[in-house]
């Protein structure tokens, strides 16, 4: 039997208890956060018609205080759209499909980060570093995802839209002066059988939404329905202008006939400067409003048109400009079917945000020249 002297005993159970504590914490394993990116839209595997702007979002996800997110990318294929420094939870992008020719790309999106804290970093040099963006860099850490998409060649609209032309010109105004270059405006305002036409021939969902937008608000008031998997004209309003139409709905319209919105200017020019309404001053010739409508919005092409050939440029539906009004509307011209009678002067202007789209309120296809 061995003897051990008594002070020795209090060391040896300080030493055991240490090995017992080491041996503790050996067994736990230490759990970190598992940050991530998640792409909401689009899902893995969409088309888009070319020249269709495409919404992309992404969320980082299971990031803590204990990481510093210095970097984020989105990135088409090798090329970097999106390039911001900083945290945002919510990553978003307007991706515009026009340039990019009919193909398969790779849509990925990407947070650079570190795990510790930036008061714990040399920060000027760990810019410098970083800037670098070498790969083998071990204090950058990544968090990535990617989906395919697919980019496919416009259809045919399948029908043709009667148009007047204007040769470059300068527009004067009691304010200033524009100069235009030449173009052509639809005699007509977009009805609903051509927009309904539209949806169908992109894809549009049943909520009148493509590419994470909305392009029609569906009510009871709207000249289209959806129904056995399709849109179509209500019976008795298929030429009637289409509204409830938001502005991205009219400007891909207008792309998918190889034109596009026009601009206030262009609008007015087309509309006519020498009368109080679009060929006339008097209303009642050539304007549906407040005063005469009866609050129904009519067919296209039911008053006279105005010198140029055009009909409905004041009253019946109000029409979507291209340009902005201020940082947070878009532009429209010409009153409606509602308005009292001094809206639907051609020198008056309103604007909407671009989102919405009112019962009121559609548009009209410019071609540039």
Request: net charge negative.
């Amino acid at each position: 039997m061995s003897y051990i002297a008594p002070s020795c005993r209090p060391a040896i159970l300080l030493m055991l208890t240490s090995l017992a504590v080491l041996s503790s914490c050996e067994m736990k394993e230490e759990t970190l956060p598992d940050p991530e990116v998640e792409i909401t839209f689009p899902g893995d595997g969409q088309s888009f018609v070319r020249g269709t702007p495409v919404k992309t979002v992404a969320w980082l996800k299971g990031f803590t205080e204990d990481y510093t997110v210095h970097r984020i990318q989105l990135l088409l294929d090798d090329s970097t759209l999106v390039h911001r420094q900083g945290y945002n939870q919510e990553i978003s992008y307007l991706l515009e499909t026009g340039y990019l020719p009919v193909n398969s790309y790779q849509l990925t999106f990407e947070a650079a980060y570190t795990s510790e804290k930036q008061k714990d970093k040399d920060w000027n040099f760990f810019s410098i570093r970083d800037y670098i963006e070498k790969e083998d860099d071990t204090d950058t850490l990544y968090a990535r995802t990617s989906v395919g998409i697919s980019i496919t060649g416009p259809s045919s609209p399948g029908f043709s839209m009667d148009y007047a032309e204007f040769a470059a010109d300068t527009l004067r105004t009691e304010n200033d002066t524009f100069y235009v270059d030449s173009f052509a405006i639809g005699l007509y305002e977009v009805t609903n059988t051509q927009y309904a036409r539209f949806l169908n021939a992109i894809g549009a969902d049943s909520t009148g939404q493509y590419g994470n937008q909305k392009y029609i608000h569906l009510s009871a008031n709207t000249g289209i329905t959806y129904q056995n998997s399709s849109f179509t004209a209500r019976t008795t309003m298929e030429e009637r202008p289409v509204v409830n139409v938001t502005w991205a709905g009219a400007q891909n319209f207008c792309r998918w006939m190889g034109g596009r919105l026009p601009t206030e200017v262009e609008w007015y020019m087309a509309a006519g400067t020498n009368y109080d309404y679009s060929g006339s001053n008097t209303a009642d010739l050539v304007a549906w409003y407040q005063g005469n409508s009866n609050d129904i919005l009519r067919p296209v092409g039911r008053k006279s048109p105005n010198d140029a050939g055009i009909y409905d440029m004041s009253g019946n539906a109000a029409e979507w400009c291209w340009n902005w009004l201020d940082t947070d509307t878009k532009a429209y011209r010409g009153g409606h079917y509602k308005s009292p009678i001094y809206q639907v002067r051609v020198t008056r202007r309103f604007s909407m945000p671009p989102e919405n789209g009112g019962n009121f309120l559609g548009f009209r296809v410019l071609i540039p020249r």
